[in-house]
């Protein structure tokens, strides 16, 4: 069958691979203090990618939902590579800076590694558990949906993450702690940007008149077609 064309999956899947990008290579190697907690920079912005993968899910159906999710991790292979050949090129002499580049994009390769990992896991299960309870429900009790798949997904995102990412780098309390404050942080995020969530869902199904249930929906993550 040929896949109707939507106006706004473009766009959202876009945002979706700009914030995970950002996210992972600009946020997540840097603990800063955010409201008394240590917690990496990109808790304030990561939360997003798992709203746009309910938005997803939600409005489009899983099958979207992974194909853009793929295109992701696509994006993180990429950043990997760059980051890892910007870091190895010799500087040219009389070049100051090495130092500070091999500081910074020298933690990219494993970060990039880790949130393929922890997101590749994490997301698909988020966007599983939406899925599958959509149908449940009926299509009820959309923030009760989001919030459990977010738990869900995040406790299983956040752990890996860190675990992969950090794990003989940061000393061990440290690495609890922000792994535990971000989790909090998250899940607090989600449950806060619910009103936004409905918002935006409301409006798409309209805009796209789509409302897709995934009743026989092949589940695999292993397919890159919608």
Known sequence: MQQRPYRYLDVITVVFITVLLCA???GAGKVANIGGMSLTVAVLIFPASYLFGDILTEVYGY???RRVMWLGFGAMLIALVVSTVTVVTPPAAGWPNQAAYETVFGQVPRIAV???IAFWCGGFINAYVLAKMKVMTEGRALYLRTIASTVLGEAIDTVLFFLVAFFGVWGNDLLMNVMWGEYVVKVGWEVAATPLTYVVVRWLKRAEHEDHFDRGTNFT????KA
């Open 63 to 65: 099958a979207h939902a």
């Open 114 to 116: 880790a949130s393929v």
């Open 24 to 26: 992972n290579v600009i």
């Open 221 to 224: 993550p292993f397919r890159l």
